[in-house]
Nanobody
Framework: QVQLVESGGGLVQAGGSLRLSCAASISTLSFNLIGWYRQAPGKERELVAAIMSGGITNYTDSVKGRFTISRDNAKNTVLLQMNSLKPEDTGVYLC?????????WGQGTQVTVSS
């Protein structure tokens, strides 16, 4: 059973930083896409950042220049470094991974940015 486990969420003031970690039970290279979604209250779930096959990264416009997604292949982990956080970044951040045959979600980690 492929599992994704997130960690690193918390409460931070606006302008601060957090680093999220998503640990996979198999090599992250097994997925053609792995990344982070955000679920904010009253809003649709949105893809925040992702790494695709070949190492191509993609970010939603609102986080470009502030968030960086990276992959540690040795630890089967995907990291999301979040800098210059804003109150609108608040939400549950969920790790998502997709292979050719299936996709998986993590349980989510709460990020709260206070103004």
């Amino acid at each position: 059973q492929v599992q994704l486990v997130e960690s690193g969420g918390g409460l931070v003031q606006a302008g601060g930083s957090l680093r999220l970690s998503c640990a996979a039970s198999i090599s992250t290279l097994s997925f053609n896409l792995i990344g982070w979604y955000r679920q904010a209250p009253g809003k649709e779930r949105e893809l925040v950042a992702a790494i695709m096959s070949g190492g191509i990264t993609n970010y939603t416009d609102s986080v470009k220049g502030r968030f960086t997604i990276s992959r540690d292949n040795a630890k089967n982990t995907v990291l999301l470094q979040m800098n210059s956080l804003k109150p609108e970044d608040t939400g549950v951040y969920l790790c998502y991974a997709r292979s050719r045959w299936y996709d998986r979600w993590g349980q989510g980690t709460q990020v709260t940015v206070s103004s």
